[in-house]
């Protein structure tokens, strides 16, 4: 492989996997040397800092009084149209079906066949949109109708096509994380403002929407707590917040447990963690995991959706039935307090992370994609 490629790269930029793992994989892809112009309606989080390679492209969204919506899908796909004429993209990467692939599309007709178009799924747009009948064969039209389509769990590809009428083939590309900033810090100095020596810490990671099941992240711990003494750190920030801190407190937990509220630097926080809970009802993926299992920590999580797919029970964490907290808190205690099951644990998760979950993998993976849609070598 040799050519260099012009790619354009959508995403939903705010917090959430999908837009942390577009925005990882346009960086890994300029260091390598292709130019990256992503085109959002928000700066990327986690882009930032100024990158050799990297374009961006803001997609304003004209709100004329007739607009009762503006819209946004339209603004889309004329800048992703404009953009890819203007740079001579060669294809563009969406992450997500709706409304990314379709926008997407509709710039590879104002353009010309030429620009190729390749669709990431990432879970919600089949696990919640695609039920909705109002817009599932619009999605099924934008997976039909890109060059390329990827998901991120071999789960998400079984339910894409029971939930779908899918023609045409789905690459499995896990996620991935950047092993340079995903690894064990030293932290031990911060962590003394945290717990004492003493005392173990767990943490979760999310969005704190209703799937996340965030109430069974409380119990679990109050569980482990018992047995174990323990802090929990909360990371992120959602509706479902105050219903904790309501739990927390009905518990008299409140000195036991941390709302960091949302962090950047999650590489740091998660080393500071023994375990991750992540007890979610519907996970494609669960990135978060991973990025504990990069820095060295396991997961306890439910047996959900992609969840199998990345942690290995009994090895790198372990996997329990949705709302069996019981379960979640013995295994959790189980690894908690016994030093040589978790030092093999925890070298478990640092060699699948680094190996199975590899970056480098992961986007020569997408390359290859690239180079077959374009015909390029
Ligand atoms: N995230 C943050 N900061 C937060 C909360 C979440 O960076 O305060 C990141 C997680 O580290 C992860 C993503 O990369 O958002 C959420 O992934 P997922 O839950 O959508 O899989």
Redesign the pocket.
């Known amino acids: 492989m040799s050519d260099f490629l012009k790619i354009g790269i959508t995403c939903y930029p705010t ?7 577009a925005t990882e994989l346009g960086m890994l892809l300029a260091e390598k040397g292709h130019e990256v112009h992503f085109i959002t309606h928000g700066m990327p ?2 882009l930032g800092r100024f990158v050799k390679n990297i374009f961006y492209h803001e997609v304003e969204v004209p709100d004329y009084h007739v607009f009762r919506y503006p819209p946004y899908d339209l603004a889309l796909a004329s800048k992703l149209a404009q953009v890819a004429e203007l740079k001579d993209l060669d294809l563009l990467h969406v992450h997500y079906a709706i409304p990314h692939a379709v926008c997407a599309i509709l710039a590879k007709q104002m353009v010309g066949s030429k620009l190729k178009v390749v669709t990431t799924l ?2 919600t747009d089949i696990t919640v949109l695609a039920q909705d009948q109002s817009i599932s064969n619009m999605i099924q039209y934008a997976i039909n109708d890109s060059d390329a389509v990827t998901a991120v769990s071999q789960d998400l590809i079984r339910e894409t096509r029971e939930t779908l009428d899918i023609k045409r083939d789905i690459d499995l590309i896990y ?1 991935f ?1 950047d092993k340079r900033i995903y690894y064990p810090h030293d932290v031990s100095e911060l962590r003394k403002e945290f717990a004492e020596p003493h005392e173990k810490i767990l943490i979760h ?3 704190f929407r209703p799937v ?1 099941r965030v109430l069974d992240v409380v119990e679990t711990f109050n569980l482990v707590n018992q047995q174990v003494p323990s802090k929990l750190m909360f ?3 959602g509706p479902e917040l105050s219903k904790v801190h309501q739990r927390v407190n009905e518990l008299g937990l409140n000195d036991r447990v941390i709302f ?7 590489a740091k ?2 080393s500071l963690a023994d375990m991750m809970l992540l007890p ?1 009802e519907k ?7 991973l ?1 504990a299992m990069s820095c060295g920590v396991p997961t306890v999580g439910s047996n959900a959706g992609g969840i199998p797919e990345l942690i290995v029970h009994g090895q790198t964490g372990y996997l329990a039935d949705i709302g069996d907290v019981k379960a979640m808190a013995a295994y959790a205690v189980k690894a908690l307090t016994d030093p040589k099951l978790y030092a093999e644990m925890k070298a478990a998760c640092l060699f699948r992370a680094h190996h199975t979950f590899c970056n480098d993998y992961m986007t020569y993976k997408y390359e290859e994609i690239y180079y077959r849609v374009t015909g390029k070598e």
Do not use: T, W, Y
């Open positions: 917090l959430g996997g999908s837009g942390v793992v989080f986690r990432h879970g996620n994380v990671i999310s969005n996340k990371v992120g920030e960091c509220g949302k962090q950047d630097d999650v926080v998660i979610s996970e494609s993926f669960g990135l978060v995991a990025e």
